[in-house]
Protein backbone atom coordinates (compact mmCIF):
# COMPACT_ATOMS: atom_id res chain seq x y z
CA UNK A 1 0.00 0.00 0.00
CA UNK A 2 1.03 3.38 -1.01
CA UNK A 3 1.66 5.27 2.33
CA UNK A 4 4.40 7.89 1.08
CA UNK A 5 3.71 11.30 2.40
CA UNK A 6 2.16 10.58 5.83
CA UNK A 7 2.53 9.58 9.15
CA UNK A 8 0.06 6.97 9.07
CA UNK A 9 0.97 3.36 10.58
CA UNK A 10 0.96 0.46 7.96
CA UNK A 11 -2.09 -1.87 9.50
CA UNK A 12 -2.30 -3.34 5.90
CA UNK A 13 -0.48 -6.49 6.26
CA UNK A 14 -2.72 -9.45 6.65
CA UNK A 15 -1.59 -12.42 8.68
CA UNK A 16 -2.66 -15.39 7.95
CA UNK A 17 -1.86 -17.23 11.62
CA UNK A 18 -3.87 -15.91 14.28
CA UNK A 19 -1.37 -16.98 16.58
CA UNK A 20 1.03 -14.54 14.91
CA UNK A 21 0.56 -11.68 17.68
CA UNK A 22 1.17 -14.22 20.17
CA UNK A 23 4.50 -15.27 19.10
CA UNK A 24 5.77 -12.95 16.41
CA UNK A 25 4.36 -9.82 17.02
CA UNK A 26 5.10 -10.28 20.83
CA UNK A 27 8.36 -10.91 20.32
CA UNK A 28 8.87 -7.59 17.76
CA UNK A 29 6.74 -5.82 20.94
CA UNK A 30 9.46 -7.22 23.55
CA UNK A 31 12.14 -5.56 21.34
CA UNK A 32 10.70 -2.53 20.57
CA UNK A 33 9.86 -1.72 24.47
CA UNK A 34 13.41 -2.28 25.20
CA UNK A 35 14.59 0.31 22.88
CA UNK A 36 13.90 2.83 24.82
CA UNK A 37 16.32 1.64 27.56
CA UNK A 38 19.00 1.03 25.40
CA UNK A 39 18.51 4.32 24.12
CA UNK A 40 19.21 6.05 27.16
CA UNK A 41 21.76 3.53 28.18
CA UNK A 42 23.16 5.13 25.16
CA UNK A 43 22.93 8.40 26.19
CA UNK A 44 23.91 7.89 29.43
CA UNK A 45 27.83 7.00 28.15
CA UNK A 46 27.53 9.55 25.93
CA UNK A 47 27.90 12.82 28.23
CA UNK A 48 30.54 10.76 30.06
CA UNK A 49 32.20 10.67 26.40
CA UNK A 50 31.59 14.15 26.67
CA UNK A 51 33.12 14.83 29.83
CA UNK A 52 36.95 13.56 28.98
CA UNK A 53 36.82 14.97 25.66
CA UNK A 54 35.97 18.37 27.99
CA UNK A 55 39.27 16.93 30.09
CA UNK A 56 41.47 15.72 27.16
CA UNK A 57 41.00 19.83 26.02
CA UNK A 58 41.90 21.06 29.04
CA UNK A 59 44.41 18.91 29.99
CA UNK A 60 46.20 18.95 26.29
CA UNK A 61 45.52 23.08 26.76
CA UNK A 62 47.37 23.02 29.62
CA UNK A 63 50.82 20.87 28.82
CA UNK A 64 50.70 22.79 25.53
CA UNK A 65 51.21 26.38 27.87
CA UNK A 66 53.80 24.55 29.87
CA UNK A 67 55.72 22.65 27.35
CA UNK A 68 56.33 26.22 25.18
CA UNK A 69 56.60 28.28 28.80
CA UNK A 70 54.16 30.42 27.92
CA UNK A 71 52.96 32.36 31.00
CA UNK A 72 48.93 32.17 31.08
CA UNK A 73 46.77 34.18 33.91
CA UNK A 74 45.50 30.46 34.83
CA UNK A 75 48.31 30.17 37.09
CA UNK A 76 49.64 33.04 39.78
CA UNK A 77 53.13 31.75 39.64
CA UNK A 78 55.11 29.15 37.07
CA UNK A 79 56.74 26.77 38.40
CA UNK A 80 57.36 24.43 35.29
CA UNK A 81 59.23 21.28 35.94
CA UNK A 82 55.59 19.85 38.54
CA UNK A 83 53.38 21.75 36.13
CA UNK A 84 54.52 19.93 33.26
CA UNK A 85 54.65 16.46 35.02
CA UNK A 86 51.07 17.06 36.27
CA UNK A 87 50.03 17.92 32.84
CA UNK A 88 51.82 15.26 30.95
CA UNK A 89 50.30 12.86 33.39
CA UNK A 90 46.49 14.16 33.23
CA UNK A 91 46.46 13.87 29.76
CA UNK A 92 47.67 9.98 29.99
CA UNK A 93 44.82 9.56 32.23
CA UNK A 94 42.34 11.50 29.94
CA UNK A 95 43.86 9.01 27.01
CA UNK A 96 43.24 6.01 29.33
CA UNK A 97 39.64 7.07 29.74
CA UNK A 98 39.24 7.06 26.33
CA UNK A 99 39.79 3.22 25.97
CA UNK A 100 37.80 2.65 29.61
CA UNK A 101 34.99 4.65 28.46
CA UNK A 102 34.81 2.42 24.72
CA UNK A 103 34.89 -0.95 26.37
CA UNK A 104 32.14 0.34 28.83
CA UNK A 105 35.06 -1.57 31.51
CA UNK A 106 34.68 -0.85 34.76
CA UNK A 107 30.92 -0.04 35.42
CA UNK A 108 29.74 2.85 34.73
CA UNK A 109 29.58 4.94 38.06
CA UNK A 110 32.82 3.23 38.97
CA UNK A 111 34.45 4.80 35.92
CA UNK A 112 32.55 8.18 36.91
CA UNK A 113 34.25 8.42 40.45
CA UNK A 114 37.61 7.31 38.93
CA UNK A 115 36.67 10.49 36.22
CA UNK A 116 35.95 13.06 38.89
CA UNK A 117 38.41 11.66 41.43
CA UNK A 118 41.29 12.04 39.19
CA UNK A 119 40.04 15.97 38.15
CA UNK A 120 40.24 17.04 41.43
CA UNK A 121 43.53 15.54 42.04
CA UNK A 122 45.02 16.74 39.19
CA UNK A 123 43.63 20.19 39.44
CA UNK A 124 44.65 20.87 43.19
CA UNK A 125 47.92 19.91 42.29
CA UNK A 126 48.07 22.38 39.15
CA UNK A 127 46.64 25.18 41.49
CA UNK A 128 49.19 24.08 44.43
CA UNK A 129 52.29 24.31 42.17
CA UNK A 130 50.76 27.06 40.01
CA UNK A 131 50.08 29.98 42.62
CA UNK A 132 46.91 28.54 44.82
CA UNK A 133 43.33 28.38 43.90
CA UNK A 134 42.44 31.60 41.65
CA UNK A 135 39.23 32.23 39.79
CA UNK A 136 40.35 30.23 36.62
CA UNK A 137 41.12 27.15 38.32
CA UNK A 138 38.59 27.29 40.87
CA UNK A 139 36.01 27.27 38.22
CA UNK A 140 37.45 24.00 36.20
CA UNK A 141 37.27 22.50 39.37
CA UNK A 142 33.57 23.54 40.19
CA UNK A 143 32.85 22.10 36.25
CA UNK A 144 33.95 19.04 36.93
CA UNK A 145 32.21 18.37 40.11
CA UNK A 146 28.79 19.60 38.50
CA UNK A 147 29.66 17.12 35.40
CA UNK A 148 29.68 14.11 38.11
CA UNK A 149 27.09 15.00 40.18
CA UNK A 150 24.83 14.96 36.80
CA UNK A 151 26.23 11.35 36.05
CA UNK A 152 26.36 9.90 39.27
CA UNK A 153 23.75 9.52 42.42
CA UNK A 154 23.11 12.64 44.79
CA UNK A 155 25.37 10.24 47.81
CA UNK A 156 28.46 10.78 45.18
CA UNK A 157 27.75 14.12 44.39
CA UNK A 158 28.20 15.46 47.88
CA UNK A 159 31.21 13.19 48.19
CA UNK A 160 32.72 14.78 45.07
CA UNK A 161 32.09 18.42 46.49
CA UNK A 162 33.17 17.39 50.01
CA UNK A 163 36.50 16.16 48.27
CA UNK A 164 37.28 19.22 46.07
CA UNK A 165 36.15 21.15 50.00
CA UNK A 166 39.20 19.09 52.02
CA UNK A 167 41.63 19.53 48.80
CA UNK A 168 41.43 23.46 49.12
CA UNK A 169 41.62 23.54 52.52
CA UNK A 170 44.58 21.36 52.58
CA UNK A 171 45.96 23.53 50.32
CA UNK A 172 45.36 26.72 52.16
CA UNK A 173 46.67 25.04 54.69
CA UNK A 174 50.21 23.78 53.68
CA UNK A 175 50.89 26.71 50.65
CA UNK A 176 48.73 30.02 52.27
CA UNK A 177 48.40 30.56 48.94
CA UNK A 178 44.86 31.30 49.51
CA UNK A 179 42.90 32.39 52.64
CA UNK A 180 40.77 30.33 54.87
CA UNK A 181 37.58 32.20 54.05
CA UNK A 182 38.32 32.01 49.97
CA UNK A 183 38.31 28.11 50.83
CA UNK A 184 35.72 28.28 52.92
CA UNK A 185 33.73 30.41 50.03
CA UNK A 186 34.81 27.87 47.28
CA UNK A 187 33.54 24.85 49.68
CA UNK A 188 30.07 26.67 49.77
CA UNK A 189 30.40 27.02 46.42
CA UNK A 190 31.00 23.31 45.46
CA UNK A 191 28.53 21.52 47.65
CA UNK A 192 25.78 24.03 45.70
CA UNK A 193 27.41 23.15 42.48
CA UNK A 194 26.92 19.24 43.84
CA UNK A 195 23.25 20.05 44.77
CA UNK A 196 22.06 21.94 42.01
CA UNK A 197 23.66 19.57 39.53
CA UNK A 198 22.44 16.58 41.45
CA UNK A 199 19.08 18.00 41.51
CA UNK A 200 18.51 18.69 37.68
CA UNK A 201 20.24 15.44 36.85
CA UNK A 202 17.37 13.98 38.83
CA UNK A 203 14.85 15.66 38.08
CA UNK A 204 15.83 14.91 34.09
CA UNK A 205 16.34 11.46 35.28
CA UNK A 206 12.82 11.40 36.17
CA UNK A 207 11.29 12.83 33.07
CA UNK A 208 13.07 10.57 30.95
CA UNK A 209 12.08 7.76 32.80
CA UNK A 210 8.53 9.02 32.58
CA UNK A 211 8.61 9.78 29.03
CA UNK A 212 10.41 6.14 28.75
CA UNK A 213 7.36 4.59 30.80
CA UNK A 214 4.43 6.97 27.64
CA UNK A 215 6.06 6.00 25.35
CA UNK A 216 6.43 2.07 26.01
CA UNK A 217 2.64 2.55 27.20
CA UNK A 218 1.67 4.35 23.97
CA UNK A 219 3.54 1.52 21.73
CA UNK A 220 1.36 -1.16 24.12
CA UNK A 221 -1.55 1.13 22.92
CA UNK A 222 -0.84 0.84 19.25
CA UNK A 223 0.06 -2.34 19.09
CA UNK A 224 -3.31 -3.33 20.93
CA UNK A 225 -4.92 -0.77 18.60
CA UNK A 226 -3.13 -2.70 15.32
CA UNK A 227 -4.37 -6.01 16.39
CA UNK A 228 -8.08 -5.10 17.10
CA UNK A 229 -8.34 -3.45 13.80
CA UNK A 230 -6.87 -6.41 12.23
CA UNK A 231 -9.33 -9.01 14.05
CA UNK A 232 -12.29 -6.92 13.54
CA UNK A 233 -15.13 -8.93 10.96
CA UNK A 234 -15.72 -5.17 10.05
CA UNK A 235 -13.94 -3.90 7.07
CA UNK A 236 -11.90 -0.54 7.85
CA UNK A 237 -10.75 1.62 5.39
CA UNK A 238 -8.74 5.03 5.56
CA UNK A 239 -8.88 7.61 3.15
CA UNK A 240 -7.19 10.90 3.37
CA UNK A 241 -8.15 14.70 2.12
CA UNK A 242 -8.04 13.62 -1.74
CA UNK A 243 -10.18 10.24 -1.17
CA UNK A 244 -6.63 7.75 -1.65
CA UNK A 245 -6.32 5.04 0.46
CA UNK A 246 -4.03 5.06 3.17
CA UNK A 247 -5.19 2.00 5.34
CA UNK A 248 -6.60 -0.73 5.36
CA UNK A 249 -7.36 -4.15 7.83
CA UNK A 250 -7.41 -8.02 6.33
CA UNK A 251 -11.44 -7.86 6.65
CA UNK A 252 -11.79 -5.16 4.07
CA UNK A 253 -9.15 -7.30 1.93
CA UNK A 254 -11.57 -10.29 2.40
CA UNK A 255 -14.83 -8.39 1.41
CA UNK A 256 -13.34 -6.32 -1.45
CA UNK A 257 -11.54 -9.51 -2.60
CA UNK A 258 -8.45 -7.63 -2.91
CA UNK A 259 -5.23 -10.03 -3.55
CA UNK A 260 -3.00 -10.80 -0.79
CA UNK A 261 0.05 -10.21 -2.82
CA UNK A 262 -0.95 -6.89 -4.09
CA UNK A 263 -2.49 -4.50 -1.70
CA UNK A 264 -2.79 -1.72 -3.84
CA UNK A 265 -6.28 -0.28 -3.93
CA UNK A 266 -7.91 2.24 -5.92
CA UNK A 267 -11.57 3.43 -5.16
CA UNK A 268 -11.60 4.14 -9.05
CA UNK A 269 -12.19 0.25 -9.02
CA UNK A 270 -15.13 -0.01 -7.09
CA UNK A 271 -17.46 2.45 -8.47
CA UNK A 272 -20.55 2.10 -6.50
CA UNK A 273 -18.57 2.83 -2.96
CA UNK A 274 -16.77 5.57 -4.76
CA UNK A 275 -20.63 6.93 -5.24
CA UNK A 276 -22.12 6.73 -1.81
CA UNK A 277 -18.73 8.08 -0.65
CA UNK A 278 -19.24 11.38 -2.52
CA UNK A 279 -23.70 11.32 -1.73
CA UNK A 280 -21.88 11.49 2.01
CA UNK A 281 -19.33 13.79 1.75
CA UNK A 282 -21.64 15.84 -0.02
CA UNK A 283 -24.53 15.64 2.49
CA UNK A 284 -23.56 14.18 5.37
CA UNK A 285 -27.18 14.08 6.33
CA UNK A 286 -26.98 10.97 3.16
CA UNK A 287 -27.62 7.64 4.60
CA UNK A 288 -25.50 5.03 2.44
CA UNK A 289 -27.50 2.06 0.78
CA UNK A 290 -25.93 -1.58 0.70
CA UNK A 291 -23.81 -2.34 -2.09
CA UNK A 292 -23.14 -5.82 -3.78
CA UNK A 293 -19.61 -6.70 -4.37
CA UNK A 294 -20.07 -9.78 -6.51
CA UNK A 295 -22.48 -11.07 -8.88
CA UNK A 296 -25.58 -12.85 -6.27
CA UNK A 297 -23.24 -13.14 -3.52
CA UNK A 298 -22.05 -10.58 -0.76
CA UNK A 299 -23.77 -7.40 0.40
CA UNK A 300 -21.86 -4.91 2.07
CA UNK A 301 -23.28 -1.49 4.02
CA UNK A 302 -20.56 1.22 4.43
CA UNK A 303 -21.14 3.88 7.33
CA UNK A 304 -18.41 6.94 6.65
CA UNK A 305 -17.20 9.19 10.01
CA UNK A 306 -14.88 12.62 9.63
CA UNK A 307 -11.41 12.68 10.68
CA UNK A 308 -10.88 16.08 12.08
CA UNK A 309 -12.60 19.12 11.44
CA UNK A 310 -14.05 19.02 8.59
CA UNK A 311 -12.59 22.50 7.60
CA UNK A 312 -9.17 20.51 7.87
CA UNK A 313 -9.82 17.47 5.59
CA UNK A 314 -8.20 14.83 7.40
CA UNK A 315 -9.76 12.53 5.55
CA UNK A 316 -12.26 10.38 5.69
CA UNK A 317 -13.13 6.14 7.97
CA UNK A 318 -15.05 4.02 6.41
CA UNK A 319 -16.57 0.98 7.71
CA UNK A 320 -17.61 -1.77 5.66
CA UNK A 321 -20.18 -4.27 7.44
CA UNK A 322 -21.41 -7.50 5.58
CA UNK A 323 -25.17 -7.77 5.82
CA UNK A 324 -25.36 -11.56 6.22
CA UNK A 325 -24.57 -11.36 9.33
CA UNK A 326 -26.97 -8.60 10.42
CA UNK A 327 -29.40 -10.25 8.21
CA UNK A 328 -28.80 -13.33 10.38
CA UNK A 329 -29.74 -12.01 13.32
CA UNK A 330 -32.94 -10.24 12.20
CA UNK A 331 -33.56 -13.72 10.55
CA UNK A 332 -33.34 -14.76 14.11
CA UNK A 333 -35.47 -12.66 15.52
CA UNK A 334 -38.53 -13.30 12.94
CA UNK A 335 -38.14 -17.01 13.49
CA UNK A 336 -38.17 -16.58 17.17
CA UNK A 337 -41.23 -14.83 16.74
CA UNK A 338 -42.91 -16.70 14.28
CA UNK A 339 -42.12 -19.63 16.72
CA UNK A 340 -44.67 -18.45 19.05
CA UNK A 341 -47.23 -17.49 16.51
CA UNK A 342 -47.10 -20.69 14.70
CA UNK A 343 -47.15 -23.01 18.22
CA UNK A 344 -50.35 -21.41 18.64
CA UNK A 345 -51.98 -21.62 15.28
CA UNK A 346 -50.71 -24.82 14.96
CA UNK A 347 -52.50 -26.11 17.84
CA UNK A 348 -55.92 -24.42 16.31
CA UNK A 349 -55.38 -25.73 13.09
CA UNK A 350 -54.37 -29.54 13.60
CA UNK A 351 -57.53 -30.25 15.71
CA UNK A 352 -60.42 -28.97 13.13
CA UNK A 353 -57.78 -30.22 10.49
CA UNK A 354 -57.82 -33.54 12.18
CA UNK A 355 -61.60 -33.88 12.64
CA UNK A 356 -62.21 -32.88 8.88
CA UNK A 357 -59.84 -35.27 7.19
CA UNK A 358 -61.17 -38.48 9.60
CA UNK A 359 -64.50 -37.03 8.89
CA UNK A 360 -63.76 -37.09 4.92
CA UNK A 361 -62.57 -40.77 5.21
CA UNK A 362 -65.56 -42.14 6.70
CA UNK A 363 -67.63 -40.37 4.63
CA UNK A 364 -65.49 -42.08 1.63
CA UNK A 365 -66.32 -45.32 3.00
CA UNK A 366 -69.82 -44.83 3.69
CA UNK A 367 -71.90 -47.41 1.65
CA UNK A 368 -74.92 -44.80 1.26
CA UNK A 369 -72.63 -42.20 -0.14
CA UNK A 370 -73.27 -41.54 -3.97
CA UNK A 371 -70.15 -42.91 -6.22
CA UNK A 372 -70.47 -39.14 -7.86
CA UNK A 373 -70.22 -37.92 -4.46
CA UNK A 374 -67.20 -39.47 -3.57
CA UNK A 375 -64.64 -37.37 -5.95
CA UNK A 376 -65.73 -34.61 -3.27
CA UNK A 377 -64.42 -36.69 -0.69
CA UNK A 378 -60.70 -37.06 -2.77
CA UNK A 379 -60.65 -33.57 -2.64
CA UNK A 380 -61.31 -33.20 1.14
CA UNK A 381 -58.74 -35.73 1.88
CA UNK A 382 -55.85 -34.48 -0.50
CA UNK A 383 -56.49 -30.49 1.01
CA UNK A 384 -56.23 -31.75 4.40
CA UNK A 385 -53.05 -33.82 3.48
CA UNK A 386 -51.33 -30.53 2.03
CA UNK A 387 -52.49 -28.11 4.56
CA UNK A 388 -51.00 -30.63 6.95
CA UNK A 389 -48.18 -30.50 5.54
CA UNK A 390 -47.58 -26.79 5.27
CA UNK A 391 -47.90 -26.66 8.71
CA UNK A 392 -45.08 -28.82 9.30
CA UNK A 393 -43.29 -27.00 7.08
CA UNK A 394 -43.93 -23.44 9.05
CA UNK A 395 -43.43 -25.29 12.10
CA UNK A 396 -40.04 -26.80 10.69
CA UNK A 397 -39.09 -22.97 9.31
CA UNK A 398 -39.90 -21.25 13.23
CA UNK A 399 -38.61 -23.83 15.38
CA UNK A 400 -34.84 -24.45 13.87
CA UNK A 401 -32.34 -25.72 16.12
CA UNK A 402 -29.26 -24.04 16.69
CA UNK A 403 -26.72 -23.84 13.84
CA UNK A 404 -23.49 -26.32 14.57
CA UNK A 405 -21.29 -25.38 11.36
CA UNK A 406 -18.82 -28.05 10.59
CA UNK A 407 -15.82 -27.74 7.61
CA UNK A 408 -17.07 -29.88 4.51
CA UNK A 409 -15.31 -31.58 2.12
CA UNK A 410 -17.63 -30.95 -0.76
CA UNK A 411 -16.21 -33.32 -2.85
CA UNK A 412 -16.81 -36.63 -0.69
CA UNK A 413 -19.98 -35.12 0.70
CA UNK A 414 -21.62 -34.75 -2.63
CA UNK A 415 -20.93 -38.13 -3.25
CA UNK A 416 -22.42 -39.31 -0.73
CA UNK A 417 -25.67 -37.85 -1.00
CA UNK A 418 -25.67 -38.38 -4.37
CA UNK A 419 -25.93 -42.51 -3.43
CA UNK A 420 -28.49 -41.81 -0.98
CA UNK A 421 -30.55 -39.60 -2.90
CA UNK A 422 -30.48 -42.43 -6.04
CA UNK A 423 -30.99 -45.11 -4.12
CA UNK A 424 -34.16 -43.27 -1.98
CA UNK A 425 -36.27 -42.16 -5.20
CA UNK A 426 -35.13 -45.37 -7.18
CA UNK A 427 -32.92 -43.67 -9.57
CA UNK A 428 -30.52 -44.64 -11.88
CA UNK A 429 -26.72 -43.52 -10.80
CA UNK A 430 -26.17 -41.50 -14.17
CA UNK A 431 -29.71 -39.79 -13.16
CA UNK A 432 -27.53 -37.38 -10.93
CA UNK A 433 -24.22 -36.49 -12.54
CA UNK A 434 -21.45 -34.27 -10.36
CA UNK A 435 -18.80 -32.05 -11.88
CA UNK A 436 -16.16 -31.10 -9.66
CA UNK A 437 -12.31 -30.34 -9.89
CA UNK A 438 -10.01 -32.39 -8.37
CA UNK A 439 -8.81 -30.10 -5.52
CA UNK A 440 -10.48 -29.96 -2.38
CA UNK A 441 -13.42 -28.09 -1.71
CA UNK A 442 -13.82 -26.72 1.92
CA UNK A 443 -17.05 -25.42 2.74
CA UNK A 444 -18.26 -24.08 6.82
CA UNK A 445 -21.24 -25.02 6.46
CA UNK A 446 -24.18 -27.41 9.08
CA UNK A 447 -24.32 -30.69 7.52
CA UNK A 448 -28.02 -31.38 8.62
CA UNK A 449 -29.35 -27.95 6.98
CA UNK A 450 -26.54 -27.77 3.53
CA UNK A 451 -28.16 -32.04 3.41
CA UNK A 452 -32.13 -30.23 3.39
CA UNK A 453 -31.22 -27.76 1.11
CA UNK A 454 -29.67 -30.25 -1.76
CA UNK A 455 -32.32 -32.71 -0.88
CA UNK A 456 -34.97 -30.12 -1.41
CA UNK A 457 -33.54 -28.77 -4.68
CA UNK A 458 -32.50 -31.87 -6.45
CA UNK A 459 -36.09 -32.99 -5.08
CA UNK A 460 -37.55 -30.14 -6.98
CA UNK A 461 -35.06 -30.93 -10.13
CA UNK A 462 -36.43 -34.38 -9.99
CA UNK A 463 -40.08 -33.07 -10.27
CA UNK A 464 -39.68 -30.09 -12.47
CA UNK A 465 -36.72 -30.69 -15.12
CA UNK A 466 -38.87 -33.85 -16.67
CA UNK A 467 -39.01 -32.78 -20.47
CA UNK A 468 -41.62 -34.47 -23.07
CA UNK A 469 -39.94 -37.88 -23.21
CA UNK A 470 -39.64 -38.21 -19.73
CA UNK A 471 -43.23 -37.26 -18.19
CA UNK A 472 -43.82 -40.52 -16.92
CA UNK A 473 -40.41 -42.09 -16.48
CA UNK A 474 -38.37 -40.41 -13.78
CA UNK A 475 -34.90 -42.45 -14.46
CA UNK A 476 -34.75 -40.14 -17.75
CA UNK A 477 -34.53 -37.13 -15.24
CA UNK A 478 -30.60 -35.74 -15.89
CA UNK A 479 -29.50 -33.73 -12.52
CA UNK A 480 -26.06 -31.95 -12.56
CA UNK A 481 -24.26 -30.87 -9.64
CA UNK A 482 -21.44 -28.72 -10.00
CA UNK A 483 -18.84 -27.65 -7.47
CA UNK A 484 -16.51 -24.87 -8.70
CA UNK A 485 -15.27 -21.54 -6.93
CA UNK A 486 -16.08 -18.21 -7.34
CA UNK A 487 -12.96 -17.31 -8.87
CA UNK A 488 -11.16 -17.81 -5.92
CA UNK A 489 -10.41 -20.77 -4.12
CA UNK A 490 -11.80 -19.43 -0.55
CA UNK A 491 -14.95 -18.71 -2.66
CA UNK A 492 -17.00 -22.37 -3.30
CA UNK A 493 -19.97 -22.41 -4.79
CA UNK A 494 -22.55 -25.16 -5.87
CA UNK A 495 -24.82 -25.61 -8.65
CA UNK A 496 -27.95 -27.99 -8.88
CA UNK A 497 -29.32 -27.84 -12.67
CA UNK A 498 -31.41 -30.14 -14.29
CA UNK A 499 -32.54 -29.90 -18.19
CA UNK A 500 -36.08 -29.09 -18.04
CA UNK A 501 -37.97 -26.55 -19.45
CA UNK A 502 -36.64 -23.77 -16.60
CA UNK A 503 -38.66 -21.40 -14.71
CA UNK A 504 -40.44 -18.66 -16.88
CA UNK A 505 -38.67 -15.38 -16.21
CA UNK A 506 -42.17 -13.48 -15.13
CA UNK A 507 -41.59 -15.78 -11.94
CA UNK A 508 -38.54 -15.29 -11.18
CA UNK A 509 -39.10 -12.41 -8.94
CA UNK A 510 -41.53 -14.48 -6.87
CA UNK A 511 -39.74 -17.96 -7.06
CA UNK A 512 -38.43 -17.75 -3.32
CA UNK A 513 -41.63 -16.21 -1.61
CA UNK A 514 -42.94 -18.21 0.96
CA UNK A 515 -46.42 -20.05 -0.13
CA UNK A 516 -45.61 -19.23 -4.16
CA UNK A 517 -46.07 -22.61 -6.16
CA UNK A 518 -47.14 -23.44 -9.42
CA UNK A 519 -47.88 -26.75 -8.43
CA UNK A 520 -51.11 -28.14 -7.05
CA UNK A 521 -49.58 -30.51 -4.68
CA UNK A 522 -46.94 -27.86 -3.83
CA UNK A 523 -46.42 -25.84 -0.44
CA UNK A 524 -44.41 -22.79 -1.81
CA UNK A 525 -42.28 -23.48 1.02
CA UNK A 526 -39.60 -25.57 -0.04
CA UNK A 527 -37.74 -22.74 -2.39
CA UNK A 528 -37.85 -20.32 0.84
CA UNK A 529 -36.81 -22.16 3.45
CA UNK A 530 -33.90 -23.83 1.47
CA UNK A 531 -33.08 -20.12 0.95
CA UNK A 532 -32.98 -18.92 5.43
CA UNK A 533 -30.72 -22.00 5.47
CA UNK A 534 -27.71 -20.70 3.50
CA UNK A 535 -29.20 -17.27 5.19
CA UNK A 536 -28.51 -18.54 8.35
CA UNK A 537 -25.02 -20.38 7.49
CA UNK A 538 -24.01 -17.17 5.69
CA UNK A 539 -24.35 -18.29 2.33
CA UNK A 540 -26.61 -17.16 -0.36
CA UNK A 541 -29.16 -18.96 -2.88
CA UNK A 542 -30.12 -17.68 -6.37
CA UNK A 543 -31.41 -18.75 -9.96
CA UNK A 544 -29.00 -18.10 -12.33
CA UNK A 545 -30.82 -18.09 -16.42
CA UNK A 546 -29.22 -20.67 -18.13
CA UNK A 547 -30.89 -19.23 -21.21
CA UNK A 548 -33.72 -21.97 -22.03
CA UNK A 549 -31.42 -24.84 -21.05
CA UNK A 550 -33.23 -25.90 -17.52
CA UNK A 551 -33.25 -24.78 -14.19
CA UNK A 552 -30.39 -23.54 -12.78
CA UNK A 553 -30.05 -22.85 -8.53
CA UNK A 554 -26.26 -21.61 -7.39
CA UNK A 555 -25.55 -21.72 -3.54
CA UNK A 556 -22.37 -19.35 -2.77
CA UNK A 557 -20.79 -20.51 0.54
CA UNK A 558 -19.36 -18.09 2.97
CA UNK A 559 -15.61 -16.41 2.36
CA UNK A 560 -13.32 -19.71 4.33
CA UNK A 561 -10.81 -17.30 5.13
CA UNK A 562 -13.14 -14.86 7.48
CA UNK A 563 -14.03 -18.27 9.42
CA UNK A 564 -10.01 -18.79 9.54
CA UNK A 565 -9.96 -15.30 11.25
CA UNK A 566 -12.95 -15.85 13.74
CA UNK A 567 -10.70 -19.11 14.83
Given at each position: MNTQGN?????????????????????????????????????????????????????????TLLVTESRHSLFNEINS???????????????????????????FNKQVALHVVTDIIAITLLAHYGGGFGNDIAILLAVSIAGGSVLSTSRNALFFAALASVAVLAD??????????HAGVLGITFFATAILAAYLAQRIRNSEHLAEQRGSELLTMEQLTRYVIQR?????????????????????????????NNQHLCLDLYPDLKQELLR???????????????QGAMELMP?????????????????????????????????????????????????????ISHAGQLLAESAEIHKNDKRLTKIISEQSRRLDKIVDNVMQLSQRKAIHTEAIELNDWLYRIKKEFCQSMNLNDDCLTILSHTSPYIAYFDPSHLHQIIW??????????????????LSAVKITLRLDSDGQAYLPILEVSDQGPGIDKQMLDRIFEPFFTTSHAGTGLGLYIARELCSNNQAHLNYVDKDNTGACFRISFADTRRHHQAA
Open positions: NWPDISTPSDNSDNYGGRDRRQASKNSATPREHAANNTWRPLQLLNLYRLLISGGLCAPLVIISIFYLICSLFYVVTISSQTPSAFYSHTVSYGMQTGVLVLDGNNQLRLMNQSTQQLLAVDEWQNDGRYQPQSLKMRRFAQLGRKEENAGTLVFLEDNTALAQQAQQLKLASLGHLTASIAHEIRNPLGANLCTNALRHGQTSASQTD
